[in-house]
């Protein structure tokens, strides 16, 4: 099998047009559809659905678009190993982060790598965890701070850290008193709360401890962009409930935010690294992942990130 059809597929179905793709290519669209042709004819079964509106792949083509991407980066890896210099390392490397955790771990980390590994290309993919559990199984990453040990059963995790959720408002807020630093479940019920849509483990988490005291949640917007949220949060449209990364910025808390603990729920949710094989990690992945637990360490063990307790 020709890696050069490999690749002109993966293309073709991450573009969904075969023009795009060839766009992107610098090859001859007739060229290109003979190239996948040939594949087909190869594996014996049709891997593309052609129509009006673009290409999309057939259940075999699902399959070999998964496993082409795998063999594909793993060939990448293997030639950046090959390429590099005796006792230096090199390549790229995917991480995938949530919203929040980018506010907390994100750029610390892009400071030590560069700094410890200059060779290393470090590529941040900043997602929902659901979709970011999904590429893991794709191989589309190579680590990801999930939440819950069992976000991708058959993939090695190790505990990070286990953070509390907050009712978070600005400080010049009039919806709660000055006086109170925690609520309980019931007056949050009642106040008007801006959370993410219900694909967000998050608000799944959130919605359970509500649903288990049959308190119905005062609803004023559903967001699923954080900045945007945070944006609508501070000029007073309602209350959010977050981990306190929610409100870092360049490495700093940012001032003008109150947060307030719940007095009667255990309203936390726990970290968890996930990794390929150990034994199929490239160096520089492993590289990174080492630094992405100390980098935990040291924001958790310095105060840098509040509200978050190592596991």
Excluded at 294 to 310: D, K, R
Aim: some cysteine; overall charge neutral.
């Amino acid at each position: 099998m020709d890696l050069r059809q490999l690749k002109y597929f993966v293309r073709i179905v991450e573009c969904g047009s075969l023009a795009k793709a060839s766009r992107q290519l610098f090859i001859a669209q007739p060229s290109l559809s003979q190239h996948i042709a040939k594949l087909e004819a190869e594996v014996g079964k049709p891997l593309l659905i052609r129509t009006a509106k673009g290409v999309t792949p057939t259940a075999n083509g699902a399959a070999l678009h998964q496993h082409a991407r795998f063999m594909l980066r793993q060939l990448d890896q293997a030639l950046s190993i090959a390429r590099q210099e005796p006792g230096s390392i090199h390549g790229m490397v995917s991480v995938g982060l949530a919203s929040t955790t980018v506010c907390a771990v994100g750029a610390p980390l892009m400071r030590r790598v560069r700094e410890k590994f200059p060779g290393i290309v470090l590529n941040v993919v900043e997602g929902m965890s659901g979709h970011l559990g999904e590429m893991m199984r794709q191989a589309q990453l190579d680590l990801a701070i999930l939440f819950g040990h069992d976000a991708i059963p058959d993939m090695p995790s190790e505990p990070l850290v286990e953070e509390e959720l907050f009712v978070m408002l600005p400080d010049s807020s009039e919806l709660i008193p000055r006086f109170r630093k925690n609520l309980n479940c019931a007056e949050v019920s009642k106040l008007p709360l801006i959370l993410p849509t219900g694909i967000h483990g998050l608000r799944r988490r959130i919605t359970a401890e509500f649903e288990q005291r049959n308190l119905p949640m005062n609803i004023v917007a559903e967001i699923d962009s954080l900045s945007l949220l945070m944006s609508c949060v501070r000029d007073g449209m309602g209350v959010t409930i977050k981990p306190m990364s929610a409100a870092i910025l360049e490495g700093q808390m940012r001032e003008g935010w109150r947060t307030l603990a719940f007095s009667d729920a255990n309203m936390k949710r726990s970290n968890y690294l996930y990794s390929v094989d150990p034994g199929r990690l490239s160096p520089a992945a492993a590289a990174v992942r080492t630094e992405l637990r100390e980098t935990v360490v040291e924001l958790t063990q310095s105060g840098v990130w509040q509200g978050v307790n190592l596991l």
